[in-house]
């Protein structure tokens, strides 16, 4: 069965300062990573996402995302954080293996990371 | 990004009562549509996964019969929430995924549902 965790249920960073969201996955075949991030009250909107390639992803807002299969890890990154960047992540992994039964398909989500970005 | 709507943001109601929550993509075809349920600070927990024209699968747990969804369309599901209860009282959000491995799933912006 796959699965991600986000060791980190908050993070905390001053404006400006470069900002990492953790994640990391188990998974029986190749990944596909996702970052989504949720505001208060709303649902989740896309970030970035691994499928191949390149493992550096760059996504919505300034974000960009390392994938790394040694350590399978999948990382949120980015440079220079906003106040407006404080929100909850989630990271997720979809599960393409066939034999996982009805769990193909489908997405698993880690427990979530509040970022809180300080002016 | 794809655009996923759901209606209606927030709802309150009476127990007892039963409530219908509708989750639309609005520019791609989705084959698939996963509904969650979400509690305050936590990971969203899904509840049901549906497919176009077929049955919607179940995750264990979930009570069928409480929560019917229905996928009649490309574009649209519903799930009713029957015979609310308070404990019933949650956020409700939709997905919707063309079906196609590598491709994004879509959220919507969730229904806040209050039984009294």
């Known amino acids: 069965a796959q699965s991600v965790a986000q060791p980190e249920d908050q993070v905390n960073v001053a404006e400006g300062n470069p900002l990492t969201v953790k994640c990391t996955y188990s998974?029986?075949?190749?990944?596909?990573l996702f970052w989504y991030v949720q505001y208060p009250n709303r649902g989740l909107q896309f970030l970035l996402k691994?499928?191949?390639?390149?493992?550096l992803v760059k996504g919505s807002y300034g974000f960009e995302a390392e994938f790394n299969k040694s350590q399978t890890s999948f990382h949120l990154k980015k440079p220079s954080a906003l106040v407006s960047d404080s929100a909850l992540y989630f990271c997720?992994?979809?599960?393409?293996?066939?034999?996982?039964?009805?769990?193909?398909?489908?997405?698993?989500f880690g427990q979530g990371t509040i970022l809180t970005v300080h002016p | 990004g794809a655009v996923v709507s759901q209606h209606p943001s927030w709802v309150i109601c009476k127990s007892g009562t039963s409530v219908k929550i509708e989750c639309r993509s609005l520019?791609?075809?989705?084959?698939?549509m996963f509904w969650y349920r979400q509690f305050p600070k936590q990971s969203l927990m899904l509840m049901a996964t549906s497919n176009e024209g077929s049955k919607a699968t179940y995750e264990q747990g979930v009570e069928k019969d409480k929560f019917l969804i229905n996928h009649a369309s490309l574009t649209l599901s519903t799930l009713t929430v029957t015979s609310a209860h308070p404990e019933d009282s949650s956020f409700y959000i939709c997905?919707?995924?063309?079906?196609?491995?590598?491709?994004?799933?879509?959220f919507g912006p969730g229904t806040r549902l209050t039984v009294l």
């Open positions: 997720a992994v979809r599960d393409l293996n066939r034999a996982g039964g009805t769990s193909y398909g489908k997405l698993t």
């Open positions: 691994y499928i191949t390639g390149d493992n």
């Open positions: 520019d791609f075809q989705a084959t698939t």
């Open positions: 998974v029986s075949g190749n990944p596909y």
């Open positions: 997905s919707a995924f063309s079906g196609r491995g590598a491709d994004t799933q879509y």
